[in-house]
């Protein structure tokens, strides 16, 4: 059968796989919520959920580079990559073991779309029709019972050395929208770096430092809450605002315990 990944590619799969190697970690823990961990074989390094995880499957690198033999070697009857996370060379050299499904997650949309996706190559349309209902109800729940007379503005950073934030045209902006906040470098694309004298720092209430992918320490909030005093500084969960799949069932109940 033939199907479409998240860029329009077309896959040619004649059974529904049962070998899988995934190479982003929130489809790793998707995959194991829709009931496929037996099938999940090769993940990477950093597919840390659930925590056992790493110790029952063959780890196969990183994100930005694997052991390709090592892949190989799995005869796998799907890879499954991200245009964010995996490189377009990556992607290239692994096209030759098995067809590559592709996701491109920007919005809470795209996500249950992913969903779906799965739902169909996996043959399991039922478990993945559950879990976009779940993540539905979650997300309405929050957004009837939080109002907001007016959106506080934040900057949330990713990197230090150099400073970078998130903005833009990236999964990360749409969940800090979905919290609540506004994003006082919405109007520039993806991860900027910036300066801390960068003229939209004032404009923030919250400066918000993730605990992914640089491991803010809470020295980092003493340095902020020195730097800028009129505002809020503090660390919060990466993954809640950056994993996308089954991860959100969690994201929503985690922004009204943190925020509100």
């Given at each position: 059968m033939k199907y479409l990944d998240q860029l329009n590619r077309e896959l040619q799969?004649?059974?529904?796989?049962?070998?899988?190697?995934?190479?982003?970690?929130?489809?790793?823990?998707?995959?194991?919520?829709?009931?496929?961990?037996?099938?999940?074989?090769?993940i990477t390094k950093f597919c840390v959920h659930p925590s056992s995880l790493r110790k029952n499957k063959t780890i196969v690198g990183g994100t930005k580079q694997v052991n390709i033999e090592k892949i190989k070697a799995l005869q796998p009857d799907i890879i499954l990559c991200n245009k964010e996370e995996n490189t377009e060379d990556m992607v290239k050299a692994l096209e030759s073991i098995a067809p590559i499904h592709i996701s491109d997650v920007n919005t809470v949309e795209d996500c249950l779309e992913l969903i779906k996706m799965y739902g169909a190559i996996f043959k399991i349309p039922s478990k993945a029709s559950e879990l976009i209902?779940?993540?539905?109800?979650?997300?309405?729940?929050?957004q009837s019972n939080t109002t907001f007379k007016q959106k506080p503005k934040a900057a949330y950073f990713i990197w230090k050395n150099p400073w970078m934030v998130a903005a833009s045209n990236t999964f990360i902006n749409t969940m800090f929208n979905e919290a609540g906040f506004s994003n006082v470098f919405e109007n520039e694309a993806r991860y900027p770096e910036i300066h801390l004298d960068h003229p939209k720092l004032k404009e923030a209430?919250?400066?918000?430092?993730?605990?992914?992918?640089?491991p803010f320490k809470y020295k980092d909030v003493e340095d902020f809450k020195n730097e800028f005093q009129d505002k809020k500084a503090m660390i919060v969960d990466g993954e809640m605002f950056s994993w996308y799949g089954s991860r959100l069932l969690k994201s929503y109940k985690y922004f009204k315990t943190s925020f509100y």
């Open positions: 799969l004649n059974k529904s796989p049962k070998r899988i190697v995934s190479l982003v970690p929130s489809q790793s823990e998707l995959l194991v919520d829709l009931g496929l961990e037996n099938e999940l074989i090769g209902e779940a993540i539905k109800i979650e997300r309405e729940e929050f209430d919250f400066i918000l430092l993730s605990s992914e992918p640089y």
